[in-house]
């Protein structure tokens, strides 16, 4: 929730200026008010770069003020949508199964879902980050089926790694990423190898080479260090290297 018409519109045209994309893929997900804003700097620039959103409703319509849905988020341009990120999980208390249904919608509506999952800090010292995050992967695998979950991607956020002041080693993120590629692989070997695990745990120039560098991570979700242009597109060079 940041931003305002103007300095999204300089972050938005920064990046497009200077973006790269030849090897990196590369979406932005706005506040769901500048969406259509965004939508309209991409396309006036024929940009490649894709558009997304950061949440939305389980339900495709009816008497659910205040929420948004697939529908109308595919028909406005976007084409990826995060879903059960750490922060509705812990802030708003989205369960597995909501989170999972989220997902549904996503696929229902012709957006490809980008699954959050993550762990706390007392969780990790208490050592059970791959109970944690196996479960919340398993739940949507199990709920939406193998089918859907083809072409997605999944983000792993550790929570206590988030605007605390504690980071991960990327050969931690790596462990992480590495045990979800084989629950994955578990349910579906093609599953594991054609999808694209990416690392959410406070990304910023100075770590994204080392984290990039690591067998299983394929991307990056990054929060803070995208409202900086300069930031984000040091983070982009890195991934394209």
Request: glycine share 10%; net charge negative.
């Amino acid at each position: 929730m940041n931003g305002s018409v103007a300095s999204v519109t300089t972050l938005v045209k920064t990046i497009i200026a200077r973006g790269l994309g030849e090897k990196a893929d590369c979406f932005l997900c706005p506040s769901f008010v500048h969406v259509t804003l965004v939508c309209d700097l991409l396309n006036n620039a024929s940009s490649e770069i894709r558009l997304g959103a950061q949440d939305l409703s389980d339900q495709a319509g009816g008497a659910f003020t205040g929420e948004v849905s697939g529908p109308m988020l595919s028909e406005l341009g976007a084409g990826l949508v995060l879903v059960g990120h750490s922060e509705r999980r812990q802030g708003l208390n989205e369960t597995d199964h909501l989170v999972s249904s989220k997902y549904k919608a996503a696929r229902a509506a012709g957006l490809t879902p980008v699954l959050c999952v993550g762990e706390t800090q007392a969780e990790r010292k208490n050592g059970d980050t791959e109970k944690i995050v196996g479960r919340q992967l398993r739940v949507v695998v199990e709920e939406c089926g193998l089918e859907l979950m083809k072409g997605s991607i999944v983000a792993y956020e550790p929570i206590w790694a988030i605007g605390t002041g504690l980071t991960a080693a990327p050969e931690q993120a790596q462990s992480v990423h590495a045990f979800l590629r084989e629950t994955l692989r578990e349910c579906s070997p093609a599953l594991a190898d054609e999808t694209r695990i990416i690392y959410g745990g406070s990304v910023k120039a100075d770590n994204a080479t080392q984290l990039f560098e690591q067998k299983d991570i394929d991307g990056a979700l990054i929060g803070g260090a995208s409202l900086d242009a300069e930031q984000f597109l040091s983070i982009w060079e890195s991934a394209e290297k």
